[in-house]
């Protein structure tokens, strides 16, 4: 059973931090090589990370924390459009893209602060219970929008889905979503 504390401390939700994040995918490259290079020039990123259990070439059991998605992070949003394409251009010319509005279109889509917040968070590969999904797959779960109003994941919002007899919080951003196990009790209607 889940504790009651919450999952994160008071300051994790930063209600005066409204700086939107972009979606990148990569072609060929490697996420920690561009976080590094991000981070070398000031730049904050974030890759969902989960712990990963695996047999080695000795057959021992091992424990590693690895990507979620292979080919997709998160870039916070600390300039304008034009010079973040320069900046990523300069040195991975053709082995990005950054996730757009739609199809066709020339706009970067832009995650609101607040949802990358809850999404971070989230993904904590602390945290049990949960499912990653892809961005097709969780289009196609059904549910309602909820507040989470008591427990651990209190204040978190999200849709509140059903997945092999048990409820989940959904949390969706462009190019993937996390599902954590919820008492559907514990939610409240979002308005």
């Given at each position: 059973?889940?504790?009651?504390?919450?999952?994160?401390?008071?300051?994790?939700?930063?209600?005066?931090?409204?700086?939107p994040?972009?979606?990148?995918?990569?072609f060929?490259?490697?996420?920690k090589?561009?976080?590094?290079?991000?981070?070398?020039?000031?730049?904050?990123s974030?890759v969902?990370?989960?712990?990963?259990?695996?047999?080695?070439?000795?057959?021992?059991?091992?424990?590693?924390?690895?990507?979620?998605?292979?080919n997709?992070?998160?870039?916070?949003?600390?300039?304008?459009?034009?010079?973040?394409?320069?900046?990523?251009e300069?040195?991975?010319?053709?082995?990005?893209?950054?996730?757009?509005?739609s199809?066709?279109?020339?706009?970067?889509?832009?995650?609101?602060?607040?949802?990358?917040?809850?999404?971070?968070?989230?993904?904590?590969?602390?945290?049990?219970?949960k499912?990653f999904l892809?961005?097709?797959?969780?289009k196609?779960?059904?549910?309602?929008?909820?507040?989470?109003?008591?427990g651990?994941?209190?204040?978190?919002?999200?849709?509140?889905v059903?997945?092999?007899g048990?409820?989940?919080?959904?949390?969706?951003?462009?190019?993937?979503?996390?599902?954590?196990?919820?008492?559907?009790?514990?939610?409240?209607?979002?308005?």
């Amino acid at each position: 059973m889940m504790d009651e504390k919450p999952i994160y401390d008071e300051g994790a939700l930063n209600d005066q931090d409204t700086t939107p994040w972009y979606g990148v995918q990569l072609f060929g490259l490697r996420q920690k090589e561009m976080t590094d290079y991000l981070t070398e020039k000031g730049v904050e990123s974030f890759v969902p990370m989960q712990n990963v259990d695996f047999i080695d070439r000795e057959g021992k059991r091992r424990h590693e924390l690895r990507p979620v998605v292979s080919n997709l992070l998160f870039i916070k949003k600390q300039m304008d459009d034009k010079e973040l394409q320069s900046l990523l251009e300069d040195r991975y010319q053709g082995h990005f893209y950054i996730i757009r509005k739609s199809r066709g279109s020339i706009v970067f889509y832009q995650i609101p602060a607040r949802q990358m917040q809850e999404f971070m968070i989230m993904c904590n590969p602390d945290l049990l219970m949960k499912k990653f999904l892809s961005e097709s797959e969780a289009k196609l779960k059904k549910g309602d929008r909820v507040v989470v109003t008591h427990g651990p994941l209190k204040g978190l919002s999200g849709r509140l889905v059903r997945s092999s007899g048990k409820y989940y919080l959904l949390k969706e951003i462009p190019g993937m979503a996390v599902m954590m196990k919820v008492t559907r009790w514990c939610c409240q209607k979002a308005e």
